[in-house]
């Protein structure tokens, strides 16, 4: 098992910016960074494995980072050019697996309880 913390939420103003991160008991071969906005289903925002592949989605590619400290365990999502519609809970994601579709949701085993980010215009 892994249990997963994440912090780094907060409110900001739209074109402002945030750093989450997400410490991890252990590594994982696969982690991500899911969202979830009231009434919405949860979607994926960003991925990466230890090939050091990433993946985005198309609503945050060009503002959103996903990167690794390894020796930290510790996964980040650098966020700029934040907008309203960011506006959502942010969870973490991990699987001891590579996972083929790295954006959906039921790849992952692992979870955290969230960070909030909100964003106002």
């Known amino acids: 098992q892994v249990q997963l913390v994440e912090s780094g939420g907060g409110s900001v103003q739209a074109g402002g910016s945030l750093r989450l991160s997400c410490a991890a008991s252990?590594?994982?071969?696969?982690m991500g960074w899911f969202r979830q906005a009231p009434g919405k289903e949860r979607e994926g925002v960003a991925a990466?494995?230890?090939?050091?592949?990433?993946y985005y989605a198309a609503s945050v590619r060009g503002r959103f980072t996903i990167s690794t400290d390894t020796a930290k365990n510790t996964l980040y999502l650098v966020m700029n050019s934040l907008k309203p519609e960011d506006t959502a809970m942010y969870y973490c994601?991990?699987?001891?697996?590579?996972?083929?579709?790295?954006?959906?949701?039921?790849?992952?085993?692992?979870w955290g309880q969230g960070t909030q980010v909100t964003v106002s215009s």
């Open positions: 252990r590594s994982s071969r696969s």
């Open positions: 990466s494995n230890t090939d050091g592949a990433t």
């Open positions: 994601a991990a699987s001891f697996s590579f996972v083929a579709r790295p954006l959906e949701a039921n790849a992952y085993n692992y």
